[in-house]
Nanobody
Framework: VQLQASGGGLVQPGGSLRLSCAVS????????LAWFRQAPGKERELVVA???????YYSDSVKGRFTASKDSAKNTVHLQMNSLRPEDTAVYYC??????????????????WGQGTLVTVSS
């Protein structure tokens, strides 16, 4: 399984960005695909996890602002991030769990990771 993340950049507070994670080697309906982020000096935290069943879990910090969606034709998951705040600044990683684990919030659950993409929210 290979994951290719893209879409990071610099945006002003209140702005929007869309991240994408292109998956190869497995179809989206067979994996849980998650976005994690890690800010300087902080632990990696789950942002959103889209289960193989289609249900989606959002962390409280992004609920109502971020939306995950899939493009089945491209085997890609997008993360639309609206109303961005300075505290959203971090390196964002997509990750895949191929074992249908229950503990979707734990980084250790995920057996494949993409490279990070930096999101900076600043005026």
């Amino acid at each position: 399984v290979q994951l290719q993340a893209s879409g990071g950049g610099l945006v002003q507070p209140g702005g929007s960005l869309r991240l994408s994670c292109a998956v190869s080697g497995r179809t989206l309906n067979s994996i849980t695909l998650a976005w994690f982020r890690q800010a300087p000096g902080k632990e990696r935290e789950l942002v959103v996890a889209r289960r193989w069943s289609g249900s989606t879990y959002y962390s409280d910090s992004v609920k109502g602002r971020f939306t995950a969606s899939k493009d089945s034709a491209k085997n890609t998951v997008h993360l639309q991030m609206n109303s961005l705040r300075p505290e959203d600044t971090a390196v964002y990683y997509c990750a895949a769990d191929t074992r249908r684990s229950v503990a979707i919030t734990a980084a250790t659950t995920y057996d494949f990771w993409g490279q990070g993409t930096l999101v900076t929210v600043s005026s």
